[in-house]
């Protein structure tokens, strides 16, 4: 007597479907990010965390300063507050309409020009509030074009810079 086999056929389609949508769905997650990174080659932001005179290296906190964690610990932030008609330059709380910006050199040429001479010890944040997309990208352009480091924090409109706050709550974080 012959054993009969027993056969089942088991249907993958479905599975393949399944897994062929997966992998489209990475390959387009791919090559956005590739789009991203084609556009933007120089997309570096360097974080304003605590200044660097309180930074102890291999320190536990009892040398006077707080161990650096990460960010930016050899230079210190400069910041510009970017409104839509209007910019603030810290230290200083030095106020240009945006208006003057077309104007050879206005307070931001200026305060640019003081931070590249020193661009090994400071950087600039540029603080975006709403609506000020434009001018960001004009002041992210000069930043970015006398080779100075940038980094970028945004603020909601009504919001008050303080920038003795700023700097003594960074510390405080660590």
Do not use: C, W
Request: negative net charge; charged residues 30%.
């Amino acid at each position: 007597m012959a054993k009969k086999k027993s056969e089942t056929k088991q249907d993958l389609s479905s599975f393949m479907a399944i897994l062929i949508m997966t992998i489209g769905a990475l390959v387009v997650l791919l090559i956005s990010n590739t789009m991203v990174i084609i556009s933007n080659p120089e997309n570096t932001t360097v974080t304003s965390i605590v200044t660097s005179s309180l930074f102890v290296p291999g320190g536990d906190g009892s040398e006077g300063g707080a161990p650096f964690p990460m960010g930016n610990e050899h230079k210190e932030p400069r910041y510009i507050d970017v409104h839509r008609d209007r910019i603030i330059m810290y230290p200083g709380s030095f106020i240009l309409p945006v208006r003057e910006l077309d104007q050879p050199n206005n307070s931001l040429e200026r305060f640019l020009e003081e931070v590249r001479a020193a661009r090994n010890d400071e950087y600039v944040v540029l603080l975006v509030r709403p609506r000020a997309a434009e001018i960001y990208r004009r002041i992210a352009k000069a930043v970015r074009d006398r080779d100075i480091d940038l980094g970028l924090e945004l603020f909601e409109e009504g919001r008050e810079v303080d920038y003795e706050a700023r700097h003594a709550a960074a510390v405080r974080e660590l």
